[in-house]
């Protein structure tokens, strides 16, 4: 950790700390505020992370075949080409783990009553 940010227990709640993390602002001894970073803040930040990441590659994904359907091209491509059924089919596949991914860190998230 760097030196002006120490972990901390999380506060309020049953030991969970606030709905938003655990950011808090504690003096020093020397009168200076260093943050305190709680449990609740990382495990926001990581479940969120998981959580963003898969809704990003399940919305891009789908946006790109949908594209395709409609164009006949890929984003980023002008020229109008033949795609393999394989490939299809490993797109939509990407769809499906983007949401299941997303649906889990949503679910993680209210599980653990941060959000």
């Given at each position: 950790m760097s030196p002006?940010?120490?972990a901390c227990e999380p506060a309020g709640r049953g030991g969970r700390?606030?709905?938003a993390?655990?950011?808090?602002?504690?003096?020093e001894e020397d009168g200076e505020q260093e943050a305190v970073v709680g449990e609740t803040s990382w495990?926001?930040?990581l479940?969120?992370?998981?959580a963003a990441l898969g809704a990003a590659m399940a919305l891009?994904?789908?946006a790109a075949l949908l594209r395709y359907r409609r164009t006949g091209t890929f984003p980023g491509s002008?020229?109008?080409r033949e795609v393999s059924t394989g490939k299809v089919v490993a797109l939509w596949i990407r769809v499906v783990v983007g949401t299941v991914l997303a649906i889990?860190?949503?679910v993680a998230i209210q599980r653990a009553g941060i959000f």
């Amino acid at each position: 950790m760097s030196p002006g940010i120490r972990a901390c227990e999380p506060a309020g709640r049953g030991g969970r700390g606030p709905r938003a993390g655990n950011l808090d602002w504690r003096p020093e001894e020397d009168g200076e505020q260093e943050a305190v970073v709680g449990e609740t803040s990382w495990a926001f930040l990581l479940v969120g992370s998981f959580a963003a990441l898969g809704a990003a590659m399940a919305l891009g994904t789908l946006a790109a075949l949908l594209r395709y359907r409609r164009t006949g091209t890929f984003p980023g491509s002008d020229e109008v080409r033949e795609v393999s059924t394989g490939k299809v089919v490993a797109l939509w596949i990407r769809v499906v783990v983007g949401t299941v991914l997303a649906i889990v860190g949503i679910v993680a998230i209210q599980r653990a009553g941060i959000f």
